[in-house]
């Protein structure tokens, strides 16, 4: 059974900082692609950054330049360091195993989701 937990989340000022961490078990990590989502209130969960087994990474281009992604297979890990946070930012961020590209799109590759992590940034 796959589990994935995130953290890191909170209040922040805008322009702030915040690293993110997601845990992931129950799968063979390293061979697979992982993303990080977030879902703002009223709003469709969408991709925000996306890393392969490679380390090619992938962004949305509403935090291309100030988010970077990053996993460390020996812990099962993925990471997303947000700077230069901005109110829009607000939103619950999660994790998930991704299939597809960056041309056909992204989509998560099990329908469970960890509870997620809230960021919230203040103007």
């Known amino acids: 059974q796959v589990q994935l937990v995130e953290s890191g989340g909170g209040l922040v000022q805008a322009g702030g900082s915040l690293r993110l961490s997601c845990a992931a078990s129950g799968i063979v990590f390293r061979i697979n692609t992982m993303g990080w989502y977030r879902q703002a209130p009223g709003k469709q969960r969408e991709v925000v950054a996306a890393i392969t087994s490679g380390g090619s990474t992938n962004y949305a281009d509403s935090v291309k330049g100030r988010f970077t992604i990053s996993r460390d297979n020996a812990k099962s890990t993925v990471y997303l360091q947000m700077n230069s946070l901005k109110p829009e930012d607000t939103a619950v961020y999660y994790c998930?195993?991704?299939?597809?590209?960056?041309?056909?799109?992204?989509?998560?590759?099990?329908?469970?989701w960890g509870q997620g992590t809230q960021v919230t940034v203040s103007s």
């Open positions: 998930n195993f991704l299939r597809g590209s960056p041309g056909s799109g992204w989509l998560p590759l099990f329908a469970a």
